[in-house]
T-cell receptor
Framework: DQQVKQNSPSLSVQEGRISILNCDYTNSMFDYFLWYKKYPAEGPTFLISISSIKDKNEDGRFTVFLNKSAKHLSLHIVPSQPGDSAVYFC????????????FGAGTQVVVTP | KAGVTQTPRYLIKTRGQQVTLSCSPISGHRSVSWYQQTPGQGLQFLFEYFSETQRNKGNFPGRFSGRQFSNSRSEMNVSTLELGDSALYLCASSLQGRTEAFFGQGTRLTVV
């Protein structure tokens, strides 16, 4: 049962423009949501997180938005840079299963010059 | 500050054998989680340990087991290997009370 879904397997964006990655979830008990970036042959790298009591969190070029009523979150990257080309995963966790992340399938982002 | 270290990086085993993978967390991190990544199933949670106790377990058969030592280092073991166990095995560590987990580079296991 896939509780976290990333329905876009790929995204192509021009350098300098905004990248918007989307993630939907089905479990209303999730308390925390995180985004990770992954390069080939490396482990995922933590980008940004958000608690279910918030609707927005910013960190530099990265902003995560959470819409609990729609069970939807998104990651905005502004401006996109060539080094942002990677696979992005969203993940979710409940506080009673600390450390147990449910991951989406990932979105491959390609930033073109 | 050293990151999460997983050894070995690559491993080739034969069906029916067993394998042990090792993970050294970031210093001070007492929570260690293990994940399996395959092209078909994505990142799947295996188990999580904190202070030598397994707190959470994913939906994997009993052939998959793990443990954590007093220095927070963790090992996972897979017995009676099957071809379908070929995957990238990732370990992550986190600080108590912090949501973000930091991943190692993984161990690429190939079962032939």
């Amino acid at each position: 049962d896939q509780q976290v879904k990333q329905n876009s397997p790929s995204l192509s964006v021009q350098e300098g423009r905004i990248s918007i990655l989307n993630c939907d979830y089905t479990n209303s008990m999730f308390d925390y949501f995180l985004w990770y970036k992954k390069y080939p042959a490396e482990g995922p790298t933590f980008l940004i997180s958000i608690s279910s009591i918030k609707d927005k969190n910013e960190d530099g070029r990265f902003t995560v938005f959470l819409n609990k009523s729609a069970k939807h979150l998104s990651l905005h990257i502004v401006p996109s840079q060539p080094g942002d080309s990677a696979v992005y995963f969203c993940a979710a966790m409940t506080t009673d299963s600390w450390g147990k992340f449910q991951f989406g399938a990932g979105t491959q982002v390609v930033v073109t010059p | 500050k050293a990151g999460v270290t997983q050894t070995p990086r690559y491993l080739i085993k034969t069906r029916g054998q067993q394998v042990t993978l090792s993970c050294s967390p970031i210093s001070g991190h007492r929570s260690v989680s293990w994940y399996q990544q395959t092209p078909g199933q994505g990142l799947q949670f295996l188990f999580e340990y904190f202070s030598e106790t397994q707190r959470n377990k994913g939906n994997f058969p009993g052939r998959f087991s793990g443990r954590q030592f007093s220095n927070s280092r963790s090992e996972m073991n897979v017995s009676t290997l099957e071809l379908g166990d070929s995957a990238l095995y990732l370990c992550a560590s986190s600080l108590q009370g912090r949501t973000e987990a930091f991943f190692g580079q993984g161990t690429r296991l190939t079962v032939v």
